[in-house]
């Protein structure tokens, strides 16, 4: 499949244990923010979203929190399972159509 | 199970040489982006459509590079002539109005 990066941080975790993937993102106006996932091969798929007048949101096994104090979004994933290794980005928008992606991160899930 | 399609999902052509990729939008979406994918810059948007009409192409080399909605179900990416530094994937991806985009699967294109 496509290789996405050689020098993504990279986090290794435990099946059954707990992931959290955080973000910094860079415009402090921008209102709208998505978490996608891409597997190997694939194209990035949407996990879950959040609007810039939330602080949280959950989805089934995961979870979004925003915090525009510091500029910073991360990702949970409950009991993350092998089939959740992907690298994970999130993105931003300002009232636009242009997602800005960050430079994603890789989770890797060993037995 | 509605899903945005890409051909061809692997190119590999020499250097000067025209490489035209697709894309099949997700019917009923009026909103088709095309971003990059590489190594050293992430996933950059090149250029996006809106009911087929281009309204930022602000991403995409003017010189070799153009983007054009022939209908509401096409989308194409052409570059002419190729050259080695475009070898990266490049997706599609689809959406109503300005909401969520939905990716393809993606071209991957290497150019030698």
């Known amino acids: 499949g496509e290789s996405v990066g050689l020098h993504l941080p990279t986090l290794s975790v435990q099946e059954g244990d707990n992931s959290i993937i955080n973000c910094a993102y860079s415009?402090?106006?921008?209102?709208?923010f998505i978490w996608y996932k891409q597997e190997s091969g694939k194209g990035p798929q949407f996990i879950i979203d959040i609007r810039s007048n939330m602080d949280k949101r959950q989805g089934q096994r995961v979870t979004v929190l925003l915090n525009k104090t510091v500029k910073h979004l991360s990702l949970q994933i409950a009991a993350t399972q092998p089939g959740d290794s992907a690298v994970y980005f999130c993105?931003?928008?300002?009232?636009?159509?242009?997602?800005?992606f960050g430079t994603g991160t890789r989770l890797q899930v060993f037995p | 199970d509605a899903r945005v399609t890409q051909t061809p999902r692997h190119k590999v052509t020499e250097m000067g040489q025209e490489v035209t990729m697709r894309c099949q939008p997700i019917?009923?979406?009026?909103?088709v982006f095309w971003y990059r994918q590489t190594m050293m810059q992430g996933l950059e948007l090149l250029a996006y459509f809106r009911n087929r009409a281009p309204l930022d192409d602000s991403g995409m080399p003017k010189d070799r590079f153009s983007a054009e909605m022939p209908d509401a179900t096409l989308a194409t990416l052409k570059i002419q002539p190729s050259e080695p530094r475009d070898s990266a994937v490049y997706f599609c991806?689809?959406?109503?109005?300005?909401?969520?985009?939905?990716f393809g699967p993606g071209t991957r294109l290497t150019v030698t």
């Open positions: 415009n402090s106006a921008s209102d709208y």
């Open positions: 993105a931003e928008t300002l009232n636009t159509d242009k997602l800005i």
């Open positions: 019917l009923g979406h009026n909103t």
């Open positions: 991806a689809s959406g109503l109005g300005q909401g969520l985009p939905y």
